[in-house]
């Protein structure tokens, strides 16, 4: 009965305990809401302001311009053939893999010795035909001779008939007489025939000797032809490409030896839809623009030439759409045949024209422009034509207005905003003129630079030796030489 008692009366110390607890935190949480709703002040709620960067709708006059890739090609390509087969014995001299010839320089010798030893024959051949000719006129020359005698004679026999007959009108001469002298006519005048046909002969033996005559000099020239196409030289000023032999190698008639490339007649060929091709044309429907700008870009360096159209393709092409151009590079230095460029045609100009960041305009054509008391309002704009990350609109009534250049969740109509406009920077000039020595200093570093493939360093050197210097290719040997 002793332990309930004891038992009963912990419990109930236990639980005035945690009473007593309980009340004292109720009033230390009570103080302490009054303390921190006396000492903190009610907060004002602020509107949201957002930071946008903006720019004016100004119209304008933009030339467009259509980029297209394309491929380099030369003008004046020439596959070297061998005329005649034989065995080549000598090389020209740069007649090798990049080599630099100019017209007319030695490329191949084959073996003339075939060659000259058919000229020969052919020569023989020759002066054997002008000697039968010669004993052919010398021939018809007697014939002709001939035939004047028998035709003298022929008159004599005939006077001598007419004789006989005048005499026997008048009762002197006999008809024996007169028998035996037209006998004798009779005789001359075949004789004649005779050496008419036999100068016909002669004539016949003359035209036929001058026939072998000819015959014998076309052979000859024949022969020298064949002697001259043992030595194969150069058509043109050119780079010598996918040479295929060697001093010594056998080669066949007609067999391609190697590739003759004009370096400084280069063209791009590229290929743009037919909606942009349909851009270019004018109201006659010829091509309206001309100007295009190649750029090839490689290891970080860049090369870029102007170009003139020149012509169009005729056809589609089999499995191929659109339309394929052909422009003349003016510059040629530094690129090669099968370089895959940029080539940026201008298109006609466009007026009254804004060019605004593709971000500023939605799929719809929506822009935000900033309104009263820097809100933000929505409106639309017509999108002409889309440059790259750029956008070319019609502002319409929106003109001299500004507009968010870079859209975002966060902004939209109503939304107050903190405009941030750009500061037009100064125009950086696009060519250098170098001093000597910062010329030579960046060639050399070029020259021993081991991270360029030799093609690109060939490009990058033929332009620094430029009287003016791309400054975008500057900028960045000097970065990299730390400088």
């Known amino acids: 009965m002793r332990f309930f008692t004891r038992a009963l009366s912990g419990l109930f110390l236990l639980a005035l305990t945690v009473g007593l607890l309980a009340v004292a935190g109720g009033l230390l949480r009570g103080a302490l809401e009054e303390r921190a709703a006396r000492e903190v002040p009610e907060r004002e709620i602020r509107e949201q302001v957002f930071a946008a960067q903006v720019a004016t709708l100004d119209p304008a006059t933009i030339v467009p311009v259509l980029d297209a890739f394309g491929e380099i090609a030369s003008r004046r390509t020439l596959e070297v053939r061998a005329s005649v087969g034989g065995r080549v014995i000598a090389l020209g001299e740069n007649a090798e893999e990049g080599g630099r010839v100019s017209q007319g320089q030695l490329l191949f010798r084959i073996d003339p010795r075939e060659a000259e030893r058919a000229l020969a024959i052919a020569s023989t051949d020759l ?9 052919a006129e010398r021939a018809a020359e007697l014939a002709a001779e001939d035939v004047e005698n028998a035709r003298a004679q022929l008159t ?3 006077n001598a008939a007419t004789r006989q007959r005048d005499l026997a009108d008048r009762g002197i001469g006999s008809t024996q007489a ?12 075949q004789s004649l025939l005779s050496r008419r046909q036999a100068k016909a002969g002669a004539d016949a033996a003359v035209a036929q000797a001058r026939t072998a005559l000819d015959r014998a000099r076309i052979a000859v020239s024949e022969a020298e032809r064949a002697l001259d196409d043992t030595e194969i030289r150069a058509a043109f000023d050119g780079v010598l490409g996918d040479v295929a032999v060697v001093e010594g190698g056998l080669v066949s008639q007609n067999e391609v030896l190697a590739t003759l490339i004009d370096p400084d007649a280069l063209e791009v060929a590229f290929r743009v839809s037919a909606g942009e ?22 290891g ?6 102007p170009a003139t159209i020149t012509r169009e393709s005729a056809s589609v092409g089999e499995g191929q759409t659109g339309r394929q151009i052909f422009a003349r590079l003016a510059e040629p230095q530094g690129f090669r045949a099968g370089d895959f460029v940029l080539a940026a045609v201008e298109e006609p100009a466009l007026a009254g024209v804004t060019r605004l960041p593709s971000g500023a305009v939605g799929s719809s054509g929506g822009v935000l422009v900033l309104g009263e008391d820097d809100r933000l309002e929505p409106a639309e ?5 889309r440059q790259g990350d750029d956008v070319l609109v019609r502002a319409g009534d929106l003109a001299g207005r500004e507009a968010v250049t870079e859209r975002s969740p966060s902004l939209g109509a109503g939304i107050k905003v903190r405009p941030l406009r ?14 000597a020595e910062r010329r030579a200093r960046l060639v050399a570093f070029v020259e021993g630079s081991d991270r360029m493939p030799d093609a690109a360093k060939q490009r990058v050197l033929a332009q620094l030796r430029e009287e003016r210097v791309p400054a975008g290719i500057v900028a960045r040997i000097e970065g990299r030489m730390g400088g």
């Open 300 to 305: 970080g360096y860049s090369l870029s030439s």
């Open 422 to 435: 750009d500061v037009a920077a100064e125009p950086v000039a696009e060519f250098l003129e170098l001093s």
């Open 156 to 158: 004599l026999r005939r």
């Open 127 to 135: 002066q054997d035909a002008e000697a039968a000719l010669t004993d």
């Open 381 to 385: 704009v017509e999108v002409v034509r």
């Open 277 to 298: 091709y349909a851009r270019l044309l004018d109201d006659e429907g010829r091509l309206a623009t001309q100007d295009v700008t190649v750029r090839l870009e490689t």
């Open 178 to 189: 007169i028998e035996t002298a037209e006998l004798a006519v009779a005789a001359a005048d």
